[in-house]
């Protein structure tokens, strides 16, 4: 078989790469633009080509099928995003805050770490810039006011955010559909993955939160937490009720955020119990959108990368350049990882979708050690990711600039990639 077609697929990844890291194109277009250019590489390079073939891969295959390849993660996503609204609506994730602040008082490095665990707790459930945006306008200027610099209060949150999506059932139902995984499989390794980010978390907590000391209050951002209602007990089991659920009873994805929703309002106002789940449902839906767009190219991608065809064409690339050992593994993820930064080959919301299930499918790592490696690189996106909505927004309440906050968090990032990985090899048997 000739080497173009596969220079070519090749030449498609970095024209996307270089279109989205120059902001000229975004991953919602950009994505469905490449699965079409890779369909039609691959259609021309059979043995045969004719114009009902190509119109069955690209029409049918890559743009019909594609456009439903990620109807799950689309499905568990929705739900997970009015859970999202109901913790933000009903008042829940405003009184994880003023329980923090009030329990801590002026116990400075308390404060950090009990604000840093509400932050990954709501993010069990959260999503969207709408709820950091929510959660950041209070936990911010609590961590800055006393006496905590902008940038270490950033960083906090960051983490906390990246600690929290790590146990969030939409992701894991992500990679189950995208890898081809079992549920428990991704669950098994996924609590591991997130031991050792909690770990690595609470290192940077302490280290450079003694470096705070001659930070003081009268630097801090002058904003006020809004009140909110108060709402009762119980019903801060809201965020965590799904992963719960799913860990301890074996519930689906679907109903454990189904039970979560109808227990958040049930337990926060009962009488307006199908007003605010209606009301939930609406807004959810509405944040939704963008990303659900995104796996809608996502499932085009995968399909055109998956087409067998394809596989043959880069299996030989993959095969040469995957390691197959526990030395290169850790090294290969660990050193390229800043590949997952600006919707780079291992960003899973980016050109990582169609090398991840191209990984996969190959015969050189199991499907489970891909998923340990972009669920390890990937925080690299989601902590320090310049582009990312979240890091935008965040730096602009600080006001520092996501370019600081990528300096300051990659050396940390970096140290979690690579006890992630070794731990995952030595330990979890990823590679076996």
């Keep these: 078989m ?54 069955e891969l690209i029409f049918v295959q890559i743009l019909g099928k594609g456009a439903v390849r990620m109807a799950g993660p689309m499905v568990t996503t929705m739900f997970g995003a009015i859970l999202s609204q109901v913790v933000m609506r009903q008042g829940i994730a405003q009184q994880f805050i ?43 200027p609590i961590l800055v006011s006393s006496g905590f610099t902008p940038l270490y209060a950033a960083t906090l949150m960051l983490l906390g955010i990246g600690l929290g999506g790590m146990f969030n059932p939409a992701n894991w139902k992500f990679y189950e559909d995208l890898l081809g ?40 951002i002058n904003e006020e937490p809004e009140e909110g209602p108060r709402v009762p007990l119980p019903a801060l089991l809201t965020p965590i009720l799904p992963p719960f659920l799913m860990i301890a009873f074996g519930w689906p994805d679907i109903p454990a955020f189904m039970a979560a929703i ?13 007003s605010n789940i209606t009301a939930a449902i ?8 963008p990303v659900v767009a995104l796996f809608i190219g996502l499932g085009m991608t995968l399909i055109a990368t998956m087409d067998e065809s394809a596989k043959a064409i880069m299996n030989p690339f993959l095969e040469k350049v995957l390691p197959s050992s526990p030395v290169g593994y850790v090294a290969f993820f660990t050193l390229l990882a800043p590949l997952a930064l600006y919707r780079g080959p291992f960003n899973l919301y980016g050109l ?31 902590i320090s990711d310049p582009t990312n909505t979240a890091n935008v927004w965040i730096g602009q309440f600080v006001q520092v600039s996501p370019e600081k906050i990528l300096k300051h968090t990659i050396p940390y990032v970096i140290v979690f990639i690579f006890l992630s990985l070794a731990a995952m090899v030595t330990l979890g048997g990823v590679l076996q």
């Design 352 to 382: 990582g979708a169609g090398f991840a299930a191209l990984m996969a499918k190959s015969a050189v790592l199991p499907p489970i050690a891909v998923m340990t490696a972009f669920m390890s690189v990937g925080q690299m996106q989601s």
């Design 181 to 220: 995984l079992a549920q428990d499989q991704v669950k098994f390794y996924a609590l591991r993955v997130a031991g050792v980010m909690l770990a690595v978390s609470l290192f940077y907590l302490i280290i450079e939160g003694r470096r705070q000391s001659k930070v003081f209050a009268w630097a801090a």
């Design 98 to 140: 003023r329980w923090a602040a009030e329990y801590a008082g002026d116990r400075k490095m308390l404060l950090g770490l009990v604000l840093f665990a509400v932050v990954a707790f709501n993010f069990t459930t959260l999503s969207g810039l709408g709820a950091v945006i929510m959660l950041g306008s209070l936990v911010l």
């Design 282 to 289: 609406l807004e959810g839906l509405k944040d939704v959108g």
């Design 262 to 274: 109808v227990y958040g309002c049930l337990v926060t106002q009962p009488r307006r119990l199908v």
């Design 2 to 55: 000739s080497v173009l077609p596969g220079i070519l697929i090749l030449l498609v990844f970095l024209v996307a790469a270089a279109l989205m890291f120059t902001r000229r194109l975004p991953a919602l277009l950009a994505l469905p633009l490449m699965a079409i250019l890779i369909g039609l590489i691959v259609g021309c390079s059979q043995p045969v080509v004719t114009l009902a073939s190509l119109k």
